[in-house]
């Protein structure tokens, strides 16, 4: 089971490279590391789990976020509007397009990688085309899948495939957002980390 000791803080350079591609047919061990990676998220959406075991809440995890530099993340969240949810374990994923307008999270993003004092204002695509192999992490089936995403699974899927180019969201962040629209929750807004 990942812990927060487990993952990778600022400052250690597998954040700072660009991801390898993931040889495919998929190996047992990245299958593996996928299902670690869904499992850390969805512990640390339990509030008993938290506190148990001091998890920072989290809707995504990149696999350089816990050492290793592979294209991979998983994510699971819902959308803005509370009614959707999206959980995807992503392998060798590809923006091919993004939108000129931008969108935001009012309340900023986190990071399990970056202390949590530095949250912060982020401008974002607000929708994305990405070319991606899904996993099915219950039958390990993997397929080509073209995903459009908009909103705030759309700002979720881009901060962790933004890891997979040694990027973190400190580098985008800004102090204002004028112009640009946000994200708008019709339900309680989750922890974007």
Do not use: W
């Given at each position: 089971?990942?812990?927060?000791?487990?993952?990778?803080?600022?400052?250690?350079?597998?954040?700072?490279?660009?991801?390898?591609?993931?040889?495919?047919?998929?190996?047992?061990?990245?299958?593996?590391?996928?299902?670690?990676?869904?499992?850390?998220?969805?512990?640390?959406?339990?509030?008993?789990?938290?506190?148990?075991?001091?998890?920072?809440?989290?809707?995504?995890?990149?696999?350089?976020?816990?050492?290793?530099?592979?294209?991979?993340?998983?994510?699971?969240?819902?959308?803005?509007?509370?009614?959707?949810?999206?959980?995807?374990?992503?392998?060798?994923?590809?923006?091919?397009?993004?939108?000129?307008?931008?969108?935001?999270?009012?309340?900023?993003?986190?990071?399990?990688?970056?202390?949590?004092?530095?949250?912060?204002?982020?401008?974002?695509?607000?929708?994305?085309?990405?070319?991606?192999?899904?996993?099915?992490?219950?039958?390990?089936?993997?397929?080509?899948?073209?995903?459009?995403?908009?909103?705030?699974?759309?700002v979720v899927f881009q901060h962790e495939y933004d890891h997979l180019q040694g990027?973190?969201?400190?580098?985008?962040?800004?102090?204002?957002?004028?112009?640009?629209?946000?994200?708008?929750?019709?339900?309680?807004?989750?922890?974007?980390?």
């Open positions: 089971m990942l812990l927060m000791k487990d993952i990778v803080q600022e400052g250690n350079p597998v954040l700072r490279k660009r991801a390898h591609e993931v040889k495919l047919p998929i190996a047992d061990e990245d299958f593996q590391t996928l299902r670690e990676m869904m499992n850390y998220i969805l512990n640390s959406q339990n509030d008993s789990m938290v506190e148990e075991y001091g998890l920072r809440p989290s809707v995504g995890l990149a696999a350089p976020q816990i050492g290793i530099s592979k294209k991979m993340f998983c994510m699971h969240t819902y959308d803005e509007t509370g009614e959707n949810s999206y959980s995807y374990a992503v392998v060798n994923p590809k923006i091919i397009s993004f939108s000129e307008e931008q969108t935001y999270i009012p309340s900023g993003e986190g990071c399990l990688s970056v202390d949590e004092e530095k949250n912060g204002l982020v401008p974002r695509a607000a929708r994305i085309k990405a070319k991606a192999i899904l996993v099915n992490l219950e039958t390990l089936e993997a397929k080509d899948v073209v995903l459009k995403l908009s909103g705030y699974v759309g990027i973190l969201f400190i580098d985008k962040k800004k102090e204002s957002m004028s112009g640009i629209k946000p994200v708008i929750f019709t339900e309680e807004e989750p922890t974007a980390e």
